[in-house]
């Protein structure tokens, strides 16, 4: 079965430092990972996916298969950063049913000014 | 566009009681979801539904049921409300259930079970 852990529950780091949040995977297919994230009273929203390869917001996050990573990263955090980030795995339905995401435990981030 | 519109936001319940929490999307999705959230747990899916007249269990589906009479509108409903079931639920919509397609959610119920 897939799983996805984000070893960090709460991630503190000052305003201008570099950010790296942690997210491995366990999955025997080629997986297919997101960040979404969750600004204090505001709902879940995507932050970015893998095969976007995109940057959002200073962020990026690059598939390692070997590790089985797919890690969070902002070279100068700010402080509108502050907010919960979840990373997930998309896994094929059995069946007839629809692909899933398998959420992470989430980390909370908070930068300090 | 509002997304994915969720209602109520908030409700305190007693345990037996039942309700029904309301998910209305109007981004024409097919697929439509919805997820528990509790402190230290993350997202956990506990039903969806990858179109009208279809449904389907997630990962904790116990004590909990769904509909999907129309395209636009999902259901979760709990027959007899448990202390356990006291958590913030999301619903979710996407246009496909292909991998990489991003889930949207709406702003989320916050239930609390007495």
């Known amino acids: 079965a897939q799983r996805v852990t984000q070893p960090e529950k709460l991630l503190s780091v000052f305003k201008g430092a570099p950010v790296e949040l942690k997210c491995n995977y366990s999955y025997s297919g080629s997986p297919e990972l997101f960040w979404y994230v969750q600004y204090s009273r505001q709902r879940l929203q995507l932050l970015l996916r893998?095969?976007s390869r995109e940057s959002i917001k200073g962020f990026t996050a690059d598939l390692n298969k070997g590790e089985t990573s797919f890690h969070l990263k902002k070279p100068f955090a700010q402080e509108e950063d502050s907010a919960m980030y979840y990373c997930a795995l998309s896994s094929p339905p059995r069946g007839a049913g629809s692909y899933q995401l398998t959420f992470g435990k989430g980390t909370k981030l908070s930068v300090i000014p | 566009n509002a997304g994915v519109t969720q209602t109520p936001k908030f409700r305190v319940l007693k345990t037996g009681q039942s309700m029904t929490l309301l998910c209305a999307q109007d981004?024409?999705?097919?697929?439509m979801y919805w997820y528990r959230q509790d402190p230290g747990m993350g997202l956990r899916l506990i039903h969806y539904?990858?179109?009208?007249?279809?449904?389907a269990k997630g990962e904790v589906p116990d004590g909990y049921n769904v509909s999907r009479l129309k395209k636009q509108n999902f259901l979760l409903g709990l027959e007899s409300a448990a202390p356990s079931q006291t958590s913030v639920y999301f619903c979710a919509s996407s246009y496909g259930g292909v991998s990489n397609q991003p889930q949207h959610f709406g702003d989320g119920t916050r239930l609390s079970i007495l």
């Open positions: 539904s990858v179109g009208e007249g279809t449904t």
């Open positions: 893998h095969i």
């Open positions: 981004m024409n999705h097919e697929y």
